[in-house]
């Protein structure tokens, strides 16, 4: 399945919708999240696209490879990207208890309201894209954004 081929109006909703998740945040924190995420829900076309995508913007190959294990490798992370990591893990893997005030509040720290809803809706929409990319199978290395 194709969603773009097949589902073209449902296609084009969520490139609107990821287009408005992404006003004003800030790119390097944006492919952070799309990482962490992607990582999470095993999503290999994702992870790979947004690793390039985020090499492209200048991240260092050191900083990417400690994404997985940012707790672990917290030199390698601002507090801000951490807030934001531990914010990404937390509504990605939502659960039974949803994201405890703790995790919000650390977030919050360094976003405004505003900020915050931007934040979650990027977390929304790369935990969509990623749910679309593995069950219809996207085969790793491909990009669909330069088909």
């Known amino acids: ?8 109006r449902v296609y ?3 490139v609107a919708l990821q287009a408005a998740a992404a006003d004003g945040v800030d790119a390097e924190l944006g492919e952070l999240i799309k990482i962490r995420a992607s990582q999470l829900n095993g999503c290999a076309y994702c992870l790979h696209m947004h690793v390039s995508d985020a090499t492209a913007l200048g991240m260092s190959d050191s ?14 992370f601002t507090v801000r990207e951490q807030a934001v990591l531990e914010f990404t893990e937390a509504v990605t893997r939502l659960g039974d208890r949803g994201v405890p005030d703790d995790v919000y509040a650390r977030a919050a720290e360094h976003f405004d309201t505003r900020a915050m809803g931007q934040l979650l809706a990027t977390v929304i ?7 679309i990319a593995v069950t219809s199978r996207y ?3 491909a990009d669909e954004r330069r088909a």
């Open 1 to 8: 399945m194709a969603i773009p081929a097949t589902n073209p």
């Open 63 to 76: 900083k990417l490879h400690m994404v997985a294990v940012w707790r672990e490798a917290p030199n390698f």
């Open 12 to 14: 084009d909703a969520l």
């Open 139 to 141: 085969p790793a290395g």
């Open 125 to 131: 929409m790369i935990n969509a894209w990623n749910r």
